[in-house]
């Protein structure tokens, strides 16, 4: 039980960003962590055009084998880098329970992607390190489930989680997922976690995120985390949907006045 919303404070206690509070969280960065000069460029435009924490995939889960797996320990390292670059605290992927250490020695936030909503081990084994942790839904949970997957993470002690809707498995594939927008109310509503919402894998296509963005805040998300790329044609994975520098701070130039409100 809680008295209020939970406050999830991310990176360093000198200067921290804090998840459900008043201010508006949004989370943004590659999807796949391709090279130093890559994720460096990313970080250094996001902050700039107001993003609190940088994203990026390092160990990648991808539906087909043969496609690229990210880059593992190497961006593990990327991404520590840019941090003391740019002082953005980083969230990225662990799949593997037996690379949760490793991966909280590196980044700020633990994700677990949407693929492994429900990977018991998983969530338990997060639950055990100190490291705030930001869960997808899952693309067939419902939001029950999603709340259960989040107590497998608390149930071990770590009370750091940040739920996060990404659109789930519709039928018509004018889009990736379907955005649920309703599960950000019903979720403020049943938890005191804060909601974060993806609209970049909800919409799958880099010209929705912004209206997307704007419902998902409208709906009273605590905040956003978005893919951007400096050249998505480029990218290694999920370029279609991935906003490039000018299209990110343009959005987020747009998204001005939900912060106000906030
Ligand atoms: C991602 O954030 O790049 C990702 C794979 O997201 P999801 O798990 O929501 O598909
Ligand atoms: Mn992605």
């Not at 343009?250 to 939900?258: D, E, G, H, S, V």
Request: charge should be negative; charged fraction near 20%; proline fraction near 7%.
């Amino acid at each position: 039980f809680s008295a209020g919303p939970t406050h999830v404070r991310l990176g360093s206690a000198a200067r921290p960003v804090i998840v459900g509070g008043d201010a508006l969280t949004v989370i943004a960065g590659p999807c796949s962590v391709e090279g130093e000069a890559m994720l460096l460029e990313t970080a250094h435009a996001v902050r700039a055009a107001g993003a609190v924490a940088l994203r990026g995939g390092a160990f990648k889960p991808r539906t087909s084998p043969y496609a690229f797996q990210g880059l593992g320990r190497e961006a593990l390292v990327m991404l520590a880098e840019a941090r003391a670059r740019t002082g953005l605290p980083v969230v990225t992927e662990v799949m593997d329970p037996r690379l949760v250490e490793l991966v909280a020695e590196h980044a700020d936030v633990l994700q677990i992607g949407a693929r492994n909503m429900q990977n018991f081990a998983l969530l338990s084994e997060v639950g055990r390190v100190q490291r705030p942790v930001l869960l997808k839904r899952g693309p067939s949970a419902t939001i029950a489930e999603l709340l259960m997957a989040a107590e497998y993470v608390m149930a071990q002690g770590n009370r750091d989680v940040i739920l996060c809707e990404r659109g789930i498995k519709g039928w018509d594939p004018a889009t990736r997922n379907t955005f649920d927008v309703a599960a950000v109310p019903v979720l403020k509503a049943e938890t005191h976690l804060p909601v974060l919402v993806d609209p970049s894998h909800a919409a799958g296509r880099a010209d929705l995120v912004p209206a997307l963005s704007c419902a998902a805040l409208a709906a009273g998300a605590d905040g956003l985390i978005i893919e951007v790329h400096p050249s998505p044609a480029e990218a290694r994975s999920d370029g279609p949907q991935s906003l490039d520098l000018p299209a990110f701070d343009a959005l987020m130039a747009r998204l001005r006045p939900f912060a106000a409100a906030a």
